[in-house]
């Protein structure tokens, strides 16, 4: 054959033939995984939300007609009604960050005509994590604890009616119909009471966090100044056998915490949902088990009972001189047991370990035998 193929190389050219913006590359970019650091950073236990019902649909205004029957009657059909709001309880969820500020459910569809009625709005699920008190105007109006349950935070709007609905023997071609009703409007304050098996309690500098951090994946902010942690977190206890143990820690704590002093009555909230609780305490300090009895106190004062929860004494920082001298001293003048540690080297954490899942399994005893089921993290 005259002709043979002819291989030919040609290089790219050394300047784009394309504008600027067009020579980038133009793939569509991935989102970045947040990290576990950066979720339970912006825990979430308060917002302020304005819900909205969708509006109903207008009813429909329309007469048969057809050859041979030019008078068929009023035929238009009734609106669909309007979608709820609707707050769904989910174990999956852990903080309110997700829940925007504003929601409002699907408009109702118009009736049409040859008696045809508008199809409903779909209902806008919101989940929330289990534990969410709806407050309106101060009032609780749910408290969502259960998985799967459901509260109906703004109902939809009512569809309107069409001619058809008021055709009657002495209107027999009524042409009046009416508009679709709107929707119910509500502002709701969601407040989160943290679920927790065990919360750690304690005044400022205790070390909480640092424990959370060396018995769990929580990476609650750690320095040497008081109140570092501003906000809960959450951190899960892993177990052999699969077991699952939530352990909160809850801010520190002052003198006059159930006046709302200091971060107050914010965080003593979170104590009420946790079944047991793990009192942290500084051994190096003087006279640590006068920091127990100004807890208990503040406790008692806040809600009369919280302070008779199962609980252990935790005395941490017991790698320092001072606490090998004030331990024997708190075991003498106080009736609970105590678990002497030090969270910055991990000696005896698992004497704590074993304890917690001891506390766990009582919990988990009593509620069966109260026909509950308990909170599985």
Known sequence: SPWKPVLLLLSPPAFSTTCARCAKDRRRREKRAISERQLTRYFVDQRKVRVVGGQG?????SFYSEPRKVFGGPDGGNGGDGGHVIFKADQQMKSLSSVFPFYQGFHGARGGSRNCYGANGAHVYVKVPLGTLVKEDGRVVAD???HGE??????????????????SNENRAPTLFTPGEPGQERVLHLELKTTAHAGLVGFPNAG????????????PAVAAYPFTTLNPH????????Y??????DIPGLIKGA??????????????????????????????????LQDLKYELEAYEKGLSERPCVVIGNKFDLAQSRINLPLLRERVAERVIALSALTGDNLEELLLHLRELYDAFVKTEQSQGQSSVKW
């Open 57 to 61: 649909g207008g009813g429909g205004r």
């Open 144 to 146: 969502l604890t259960q």
């Open 150 to 167: 459901e509260y109906i935070a703004a109902y939809g709007g009512a569809g309107g009616k069409g001619n058809r609905f008021f055709l």
């Open 208 to 219: 909480k966090s640092s424990l959370l951090r060396a018995i769990s994946r929580a990476k």
């Open 234 to 241: 959450v951190g899960i206890v892993h177990y052999q056998d």
């Open 243 to 248: 077991e699952q143990v939530a352990v909160a």
């Open 258 to 291: 159930h006046q709302n002093r200091g971060l107050g009555m914010a965080f003593l909230k979170h104590i009420e949902r946790c079944r047991f609780l793990l009192y942290v305490v500084d051994l190096s300090v003087p006279q640590p088990w006068i920091q």
